[in-house]
């Protein structure tokens, strides 16, 4: 008996080593992680494929980057000429759409610039520049950075006259952001996910929505073991498939905060 427990005790600890060692690490954007998507995603992927996931929360630049180093096996990001970039360098294997939501613009409803309920977000940028009202930017090369830039350059504002006057760049992901901006009164770009499980809104509100140019799309991508032979492929890619299969858009729609959706399942089957 005593000689059966301990071959049982010895296969129960393999059993959870080898658990153990199934484990990906996935190199993300802060709006998926401080949304709480992951958080509610995850322990359905964990049960259904007995994998395990670390996700480094980063903005999509420096995910991309932690990708092109071999550190991470999987990239989940939201900027779609960085994720084409990363591609064409060979670094991942291949893209896939996962899901979508939007950008809003966030300001104090007392509103200095005048910009509420426009849905030219080109238009309501230039009147937070004239205004010269507070704006912050995240500044830390994410996707969310990345969209506000095309946007202000589209708009035609010169960023470099308004620095460290009214646009501050901070360096931050999207939680401390919206902080600041609360404590500020300030404006800011926000992807909708992570404002709508924001808890310190202050005075804050969504004042531009709805604008086209505000699309927000999610892709995911293998890193590419030919560069990187440290990559658990076959791992990472379940990870990607179970993401873009019915159970995995289904539990992404499922994520609500009050009611809302915060993402918007588009993976092409």
């Known amino acids: 008996m005593r000689k059966l427990a301990t071959i049982g005790a010895v296969l129960l600890w393999s059993t959870i080593a080898f658990a153990q060692d199934r ?34 929360a980063v903005g ?105 006057n009214w646009y501050r760049e901070i360096g931050q992901g999207m939680g401390p952001a919206l902080n600041m901006a ?16 924001f808890k310190n809104r202050g005075e804050l509100a969504i004042l531009t929505e709805g604008d086209k140019r505000l699309f927000n799309q999610y892709g995911v991508m293998l890193v590419n073991p030919e560069k990187h032979p440290n990559v658990k492929a076959k791992d990472g890619q379940a990870f990607i498939d179970w993401l873009v299969s019915s159970k995995g858009q289904d539990a992404i729609a499922g994520y609500k905060v009050g009611g809302e959706q915060l993402f918007f399942p588009n993976a092409s089957h």
């Open 23 to 56: 484990t990906i690490t996935v190199a993300s954007t802060t709006s998926t992680e401080q949304s709480g998507l992951f958080g509610h995603l995850l322990p359905l992927f964990a049960k259904a494929e007995g994998i395990s996931v670390k996700v480094v």
């Open 60 to 164: 999509t630049g420096q995910a991309l980057d932690i990708g092109r180093r071999g550190d991470a096996d999987v990239v989940f990001v939201h900027d779609r000429p960085a994720e084409d970039k990363f591609m064409s360098e060979g670094q991942g294997v291949k893209r896939f759409d996962v899901m979508y939501n939007d950008f809003v613009i966030i300001g104090p409803r007392s509103d200095p610039a005048r910009i509420s309920g426009s849905k030219d977000v080109v238009e309501a940028l230039r009147k937070i520049a004239t205004a010269k009202a507070p704006f912050i930017s995240r500044g830390d090369k994410s996707g969310t950075h990345a969209a506000e830039l095309r946007l202000w350059k589209e708009a035609g504002v010169d960023l470099s006259a308004g620095k460290d």
């Open 182 to 197: 609360s404590s500020s009164n300030a404006y800011l770009l926000s992807d909708r996910g992570t404002w709508l499980s």
